[in-house]
């Protein structure tokens, strides 16, 4: 199954610092998402990049595609103590009703 | 954007009840849904996709007589954990399938087995 690899597993870093999540993926996607989840809390949806994008940005965030490295970066800039959570990313194919399969995420931690 | 709720926020029961938790697209319709459960400081794990009007297909080591799954409307799937025991404790989530491009999460469900 078409599942994302994020590292770090882990991350801390101080408020104002930047933070960088990489995911990495085995086959062919049709879009790469990023997703946010507070501490026993749901998904929050940050960003959808597709294919054929190299670059997309989205206030403090900013994600990268190399579909020929089959990875992706999330970039956030100029971290607050509430960005303190797990991102997970999700490789998506372009299979209708295919279920996005997720990995460990990478646990970020904002410190004032 | 899609909005998908779930029902109820979170649920404690005793152990050997039934729990039925409800997943709703509200302002879309989806023919397929997805069933992912969440134990502490994992990943989400697949259980099971739900079709609308056929049964659902369940991921490897999900026994479909435990969870059942009813997909009876294109805004609609319930999960079912029949007879609950506290192993079954966990962050239940649903997305639905509204477009190729993109799923919707619900806010998922905090099932705690006593």
């Known amino acids: 199954s078409q599942q994302g690899e994020e590292d770090p597993q882990a991350l801390s870093i101080q408020e104002g610092e930047n933070a960088t999540m990489n995911c990495s993926y085995k086959t062919s996607i049709n879009n790469l998402q990023w997703y946010r989840q507070n501490s026993g809390r749901g998904l929050v949806h940050l960003i959808l990049?597709?294919?054929?994008?190299r670059e997309k940005h989205s206030g403090r965030l900013r994600v990268t595609l190399d579909t020929s490295k089959k990875s992706s970066s999330l970039l956030i800039t100029a971290s607050r103590a509430a960005d303190t959570a797990s991102y997970f990313c999700?490789?998506?194919?372009?299979?209708?009703?295919?279920?996005?399969?997720f990995g460990k995420g990478t646990s970020l931690l904002v410190t004032p | 954007g899609a909005v998908v709720s779930q029902h109820p926020s979170w649920v404690i029961c005793k152990s050997g009840t039934s729990v039925k938790i409800e997943c709703r697209s509200l302002d879309f319709q989806a023919t397929t849904m997805f069933w992912y459960r969440q134990f502490p400081k994992q990943s989400l794990m697949l259980m099971a996709t739900?079709?609308?009007?056929?049964?659902?297909?369940?991921e490897q080591g999900v026994e479909k007589d435990k969870f059942l799954i009813n997909h009876a409307s294109l805004t609609l799937s319930t999960l079912t954990v029949t007879s609950a025991h506290p192993e079954d404790s966990s962050f239940y989530i649903c997305?639905?399938?509204?477009?190729?491009?993109?799923?919707?999460f619900g806010p998922g469900t905090r099932l705690t087995v006593l």
């Open positions: 990049i597709r294919s054929n994008e």
């Open positions: 999700a490789p998506n194919p372009s299979i209708a009703g295919y279920a996005l399969n």
């Open positions: 739900s079709n609308e009007g056929s049964k659902a297909t369940y």
């Open positions: 997305s639905a399938d509204a477009t190729r491009d993109e799923q919707f």
